[in-house]
């Protein structure tokens, strides 16, 4: 219904940036929200990053004052700015977003993920 295209993921050093990008495409859709979520490798999907139609931010513990987390002004683009990253940032990262699509019915899609690598 909603469907979401990643871009921007690869391989940095320890310390370097990334900017992920994210656009949303549909039919007569409208975003309640839009964000980020990551997976390492043995572990659970978690919750990076995401927004608010309303543009409130909310930020894991372990990603603030290093990521940043924005939206494009038609609001259907959301980007996400990684500094200063660790290997402990490595994962797929998947952009997620929860709105109402065609027929008013409530959605909750998500990307295919891009890689995100931190090492020397």
């Known amino acids: 219904q909603v469907r979401l295209v990643e871009s921007g993921g690869g391989l940095v050093q320890p310390g370097g940036s990334l900017r992920l990008s994210c656009a949303a495409s549909?039919?007569?859709?409208?975003?309640?929200?839009m964000g980020w979520y990551r997976q390492a490798p043995g572990k659970q999907r978690e919750l990076v990053a995401d927004?608010?139609?309303?543009?409130?931010?909310n930020y894991a513990d372990s990603v603030k004052g290093r990521f940043t987390i924005s939206r494009d002004n038609a609001k259907t683009t959301v980007y996400l700015q990684l500094n200063s990253l660790k290997p402990e940032d490595t994962a797929v990262y998947y952009c997620?977003?929860?709105?109402?699509?065609?027929?008013?019915?409530?959605?909750?899609?998500w990307g295919q993920g891009t890689q995100v690598t931190v090492s020397s």
């Open positions: 997620n977003a929860v709105g109402t699509g065609l027929g008013n019915k409530e959605y909750d899609s």
């Open positions: 927004i608010t139609s309303g543009g409130r931010t």
């Open positions: 549909g039919i007569a859709f409208s975003i309640n929200a």
